[in-house]
């Protein structure tokens, strides 16, 4: 007091004051003091119809109107310039009220932003994470939530308030291009993956986005596909999961997606924003557009989807215009805006967090490094040819994702990381040796594929380069020579563009000729082949599996992937990866496939002309979707629930994975033979073999067919153990709550358990059931009912799901 005296106190808070008041004498108001109504209240119309769209963004080849900040001369409110550059898009600020910019960064396998900026001779690079399906084969929890931790410091330390992810939507189809940005075919690993992703996120501070809200299962013709779906399988399937997650993490927005659902765009359904998010599951944050998503912004307001992103000046005009004309009633609008500004007051730009530009990359690393390596999965083993033993130290490996290996898929799902650790390079690092002439020939071979390839595009796919045909007499030096053969096939896809049957799900000709000669070389010499998979979705493995020895299912592993190769194939981490989504025999087996990438309506000359030349200008084939419609005829029979129910054998099950040891499941006990309100299943499971491992513990049902038809079974719990060694027990535990019990009916619009006999299967995949118990459900119950919701046309109604 003594120092600063009354008389400097006294002006401070005259200071204070001024700072505070307008010229014309009110108050000024700032949100974080005053309430978000009062300072609603005092936005003019115009700031309010620009706050809620995005301050556009500069897309290569996207028309410059879609862009507010290449608008010439717009009298724009709050401008806000490139706050994180290569950010996804930034809000407008409105400095008077204290609204500041958020800025918002993809997703969903890293942080998405410039490694280099104009102004700044620094880098920023972030760390690139393992794929969200190699992250799901974890079925780590703990491990997941712990990979938000590490993104959502990386979002704080960059300056960024929000990631655009985890991408939660159903591998519904083993062909969708962006499968490997999402989790799994089954809604409940997705939501507990996401739940944990999105803790982890907002546990620095920083939003999640969970996204695209819903049912966005394919990329073609992605904005104009018309998804028209049972309502018994949009609620068990499709939004399942999203529930899951706004239940147990709260999330602070949620992008809608770019596809219409019963012919209305996601971003345009106010049953799907308003009455399922909001009514039904209680969501309290906002919603914002996928880029792009959506067509009227009136709409869009009156869905409830509150804010356009990147946003244009016309859809602010159009905002105002159609307040101005009342056919937008303001209070919609007003609504939109505190939705923002409850969550925005919470964003680090609003609380002047401090960034430093500089997250801890080399202890994220680790992270990546571990859970790519807990995520592969061992698909074949045959005579414990893997962990390689000491004896097997100089390997051959071929194929060319062996040399440059792929981190992660392309798109906004693409990081810019500092660095990424091949396989060749993991390999000699963990001590093992090369065949250096293959190596030099794959070289070779590798930089003129590069020179005669066309220049990939921003956000397009990068070609495939065909495997090289390796001549025989290499192949025998090389298998006279090395201990052991590696062979990896790779696969990439991306954003905007779903994968083909022929020479992708499909192994190509060359890569099966290459994985039979070479088996055939090796195992005429007594010496192992090894396959691993570099892949981002699901291929086929029934027709070339029996000829290598083993198979490593090693995902798209981030940037430390061939580190974590090697890690599992020298026996340092014993895989304990498991499958979230089917290996069928082949594509056909799968049940959407009747009927994916959906049809294209109208076809009319133009449309004819444009395919034609749409095949050969793929930006062009991203730009101009056509209207399509795509019907979900097998209804809840997505994944294991069809293969297990109708009895089709895939290749590799939902849940299956290998160890380098074994388990024993025993002891299943059950609280109660009745079912009131909970019952609680305990299992033990003890490590039978001889080396440390952890294993994945699932827990299904399978509940009695009254009214409503039901699968097989179905996963409703699920744990891991921790890393047990030889000889060593955990019990594990799982809580039944009504809702496992129940299924939704669409003639009530509830969730409903019917009476009779549940059993318990605890297995250590779909197909290998160890343990079982069942108990009994005395009277039917009503677990909760719904908004009658997203009702789809008669003809789907006749499908009966
Ligand atoms: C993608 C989103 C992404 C957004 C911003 C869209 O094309 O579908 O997943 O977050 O772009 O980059």
Redesign the pocket.
């Known amino acids: 007091m003594n120092r600063i005296g009354y008389f400097g106190l006294f002006c401070i808070a005259v200071l204070a004051v001024v700072a505070c008041t307008r010229r014309d004498g009110q108050k000024e108001l700032k949100l974080g003091r005053d309430p978000v109504d009062k300072i609603v209240a005092a936005m003019t119309l115009e700031e309010k119809a620009y706050f809620v769209t995005g301050r556009g963004m500069n897309l290569p080849g996207v028309a410059s109107t879609m862009n507010a900040s290449t608008t010439p001369g717009e009298p724009v409110v709050g401008e806000t310039k490139d706050l994180v550059e290569g950010a996804?898009?930034t809000t407008y600020e409105i400095p008077r009220l204290g609204i500041t910019a958020m800025v918002?960064v993809?997703?969903p396998a890293g942080v998405r932003i410039s490694p280099m900026r104009k102004d700044s001779g620094g880098t920023f690079y972030c760390t690139a994470f393992p794929v969200a399906t190699l992250l799901a084969s974890t079925w780590d929890t703990d491990l997941v939530q712990r990979i938000g931790q590490a993104m959502g410091n990386e979002v704080l330390e960059y300056g960024a308030d929000f990631l655009?992810g985890p991408?939660m939507n159903i591998h519904r189809n083993p062909l969708c291009g962006r499968n490997f940005e999402y989790y799994s075919e089954d809604p409940v690993i997705t939501g507990e993956m996401g739940a944990s992703m999105i803790r982890g996120i907002e546990s620095q501070g920083v939003g999640a986005t969970p996204?695209?809200f819903a049912a966005n299962n394919a990329e073609t013709n992605r904005n104009a596909l018309n998804t028209v779906v049972g309502e018994r399988a949009l609620r068990e399937i499709y939004l399942e999961g999203f529930r899951i997650a706004v239940d147990k993490a709260r999330p602070m927005t949620i992008?809608s997606s770019?596809n219409l659902i019963q012919n209305v765009y996601a971003a345009e359904s106010r049953d799907l924003l308003t009455r399922v998010l909001r009514d039904d599951w209680g969501f309290k944050g906002f919603v914002m557009t996928?880029?792009f998503g959506g067509r009227d912004p009136v709409a869009i307001m009156q869905a409830g989807n509150d804010l356009i992103?990147p946003g244009s000046v016309d859809q602010a005009k159009a905002i105002m215009k159609a307040v101005q004309e009342k056919r937008l009633d303001e209070a919609v609008l007003n609504q939109n805006v505190t939705r923002i500004l409850d969550m925005l007051a919470r964003t680090p730009r609003f609380r002047g967090a401090r960034y430093g530009n500089k997250p801890d990359l080399k202890a994220h690393a680790l992270v990546a490094r571990q859970a790519a390596a807990d995520g592969m999965v061992l698909l074949k083993n045959g005579d414990a040819a893997l962990p390689l033993s000491s004896g097997s130290k100089n390997l051959a490996a071929f194929g060319n994702t062996s040399y440059e290996i792929i981190t992660g898929g392309t798109?906004?799902?693409d990081v810019n990381e500092a660095y990424s650790v091949s396989l060749a390079d993991g390999l000699k690092g963990a001590g093992f040796k090369l065949h250096e002439g293959l190596r030099k020939a794959y070289a070779e071979y590798l930089e003129a594929a590069k020179a005669q390839a066309k220049p990939a595009q921003p956000l397009m796919p990068r070609p495939v380069i065909r495997e090289m045909a390796v001549p025989s007499g290499m192949l025998a030096g090389a298998a006279e020579a090395a201990d052991a053969a590696i062979i990896t096939i790779g696969r990439n896809s991306g954003?905007g563009f779903d994968r083909k049957e022929e020479n992708d799900f499909n192994l190509a000709r060359a890569e099966i000729d290459l994985i039979r000669k070479v088996a055939g070389a090796f195992r005429a010499r007594g010496k192992k082949t090894i396959v691993i998979l570099n892949i981002g979705g699901v291929i086929e493995t029934a027709g070339w599996r029996d000829w290598p020895d083993a198979i490593l299912l090693a995902w798209q592993g981030g940037q430390e992937a061939g580190n974590s190769i090697a890690d599992v194939l020298g026996g340092k981490v014993n895989p304990s990866g498991k499958l979230a989504s089917t290996f069928p025999m082949k594509y056909r087996d799968v049940p959407s496939a009747r009927n994916f990438p959906g049809v294209v309506l109208e076809a009319n000359d133009r449309a004819a002309a444009e395919e034609a030349q749409d095949e050969q200008d793929m930006l062009a084939a991203f730009q101009r979707p056509k209207p399509s419609r795509i019907v979900y005829e097998e209804g809840i029979y997505v994944g294991y629930r069809y293969f297990e129910t109708f009895g089709v054998a895939p290749a590799y099950e939902f849940g299956y994975g290998l160890s380098y040891t074994s388990f024993d499941y025993g002891g299943l006990s059950l609280s109660s033979s009745k079912f009131s309100g909970k019952v609680t299943a305990t299992v033990q499971v003890k490590n039978a073999g001889k080396a440390a491992g952890r294993e994945v513990v699932q827990l299904y049902l399978s509940a009695p067919a009254g009214k409503l038809h039901k699968p097989a079974l179905e996963l409703k719990g699920f744990a891991k153990t921790r890393l047990l060694q030889p000889g060593e027990t955990q019990a594990l535990s799982f809580d039944i709550v009504p809702r496992n019990l129940a299924s939704f009916d669409p003639a009530s619009s509830a969730w409903v358990a019917e009476a009779g006999t549940y059993t318990v299967k605890i297995g250590a995949s779909s197909r290998d059931i160890r343990q079982s118990a069942s108990f009994v459900l005395d009277t039917g119950l009503t677990v909760k009912k719904e908004s009658a919701a997203l009702v789809p046309g008669e003809a789907i109604r006749e499908l009966g799901n």
Do not use: F, N, R, V
């Open positions: 996804a898009g918002m993809d997703g655009l991408g996204k695209h992008m770019y996928d880029w992103m798109g906004s799902g954003e």
